[in-house]
């Protein structure tokens, strides 16, 4: 997506992921750092122009009327004729998720020429298949709302989502929108290359399922995989291939809810000689505030990396052993203003 100064890209965003949004537009308008550009042009192998213009449209009016549904106005509509346009969502709730699909389904119809639709977190994610009949997938529900999008002038809009719980939902949209998969990963791998212990570590994944997702980012690189293992009427975490043993150890996973299976992971991992414990997830969804578990855990976790995918993870992340890994840099470097083009 290319702006320039008659014909700029314009960014809305819901009012939760209005940090998120203030951030890439200052990365997409300012001067590129040239360590950033230096790093995209090993990581990614392209050229990368300093500047893109990017303006933010705080101009969506989000009220609700007295019976609790919305009451929304875009108030700057026929400035987004014949350019491309952004949104920057969040469905971190079912209560804002149909304000946002009434938006969505409105910016092609104003004559956007290109639509993005930024969500980072794609919630239903887990709830892929169906075990047993009368089970509901639905992922496969939020993938035919959004599929609903309208075209453009330019086609498809792209609607892109960092790090799905599994590869193959893709599927479930319809070709009337392009389904752009990514991932925050790079994040982490640039934050343990600043770690004092970086030659003494090793990466270990709680099931095969983190396995098939992550391992080919880490190729080279000493991995455990870790599995649950009936015992009875229990559930235990073992491990299943690789060797802890005096190295530091971070567990890497799409998602956390509860924390129960990592901090099983944690436990187990030390038992078998691991001399440190940390954690990396994308998505820090933890339902009734269950990161506190983290706090003052009997099972110590030096660092827990997490994004700000979902709105609460910037409060969350004010708290030890956490540390927030904005999602702003591989946000602009993969979508949003910068020339992104093969060298």
């Known amino acids: 997506m290319n702006g320039d100064d008659c014909n700029p890209v314009l960014l809305y965003a819901h009012p939760s992921m209005n940090r998120l949004a203030t951030q890439i537009v200052n990365r997409c308008t300012g001067d590129m750092p040239e360590s950033q550009k230096k790093r995209l042009r090993a990581e990614r192998s392209i050229s990368v122009s300093t500047q893109r213009n990017v303006e933010y449209k705080q101009t969506i009016q989000w009220e609700k009327f007295h019976d609790g549904f919305p009451n929304l106005f875009i108030e700057d509509v026929k ?21 946002q699909l009434s938006v969505l389904y409105a910016f092609p119809r104003y004559l956007a020429k290109s639509f993005h639709f930024i969500l980072p977190y794609f919630p239903t994610g887990t709830m892929e298949r169906v075990d047993r009949e009368g089970q509901i997938a639905t992922a496969k529900t939020l993938a035919t709302l959004l599929s609903a999008i309208p075209l453009t002038a330019k086609g498809p809009a792209q609607i892109i989502i960092f790090d799905i719980h599994a590869l193959q939902e893709r599927f479930y949209f319809s070709d009337n929108v392009i389904p752009r998969l990514e991932t925050a990963i790079l994040l982490l791998q640039r934050e343990v290359e600043r770690l004092e212990d970086r030659t003494n570590l090793t990466f270990a994944f709680p099931d095969d399922g983190a396995f098939k997702r992550f391992h080919l980012h880490f190729a080279g690189e000493q991995t455990i995989i870790c599995a649950k293992i009936r015992d009875g009427d ?18 890497i996973d799409d998602l956390v809810q509860t924390g129960g299976t990592l901090k099983e992971c944690g436990k187990v991992l030390l038992d078998r000689g691991a001399v440190a414990i940390s954690a990396y997830v994308t998505h820090p969804v933890f339902p009734k505030e269950s990161w506190k578990r983290f706090v003052d855990s009997d099972v110590p976790f030096q660092n827990f990396w997490i994004t700000d995918s979902i709105p609460h993870a910037v409060d969350i992340a004010e708290h030890k052993p956490f540390k927030l890994l904005s999602l702003c840099d591989v946000v602009t470097e993969s979508l949003l203003g910068y020339d992104l083009m093969p060298q």
């Open 79 to 99: 400035d987004m004729a014949g350019k491309d346009v952004i949104f920057l969502g969040s469905f971190h709730s079912p209560a804002v998720i149909f304000e």
């Open 234 to 251: 229990k559930k235990i975490v073992k491990v299943k291939e690789g060797n802890p043993s005096g190295k530091h150890v971070i567990i």
